[in-house]
Nanobody, 125 residues
Framework: QVQLVESGGGLVQAGGSLRLSCAASGRTFSSYRMGWFRQAPGKEREFVAAISASGATTYYADSVKGRFTISRDNAKNTVYLQMHSLEPEDTAVYYC??????????????????WGQGTQVTVSS
């Protein structure tokens, strides 16, 4: 089992940057594929980015490709989401999640067994 705690959210102007962190408990963090999702008010939770257990491969939603970067430090049990060129449409609660799916880069919410509590990102225009 793994517990996840996100941090780093906040209010930023359009065009700005933020880095989200997700700290994981447990000794088997390096076994999990990790993902970031987001949920805006009145909308379903959507996939943002995923990273393989080793960190060697990543995958992004089209809406964030080229602006966001997912990375992980298995020695620190932490996964990151660096966000640049933020837009008002990026406003949402951001969640990190852990998966033991067979897929190297799972993108579906039901492929993830563990979720953090979320951190709010608000981008003002």
């Amino acid at each position: 089992q793994v517990q996840l705690v996100e941090s780093g959210g906040g209010l930023v102007q359009a065009g700005g940057s933020l880095r989200l962190s997700c700290a994981a408990s447990g000794r088997t963090f390096s076994s999990y594929r990790m993902g970031w999702f987001r949920q805006a008010p009145g909308k379903e939770r959507e996939f943002v980015a995923a990273i393989s257990a080793s960190g060697a491969t990543t995958y992004y939603a089209d809406s964030v490709k080229g602006r966001f970067t997912i990375s992980r430090d298995n020695a620190k049990n932490t996964v990151y989401l660096q966000m640049h060129s933020l837009e008002p449409e990026d406003t949402a609660v951001y969640y990190c999640a852990a998966s033991l799916s067979r897929n190297t880069l799972p993108i579906l919410t039901n492929e993830y067994a563990y979720w953090g509590q979320g951190t709010q990102v608000t981008v003002s225009s």
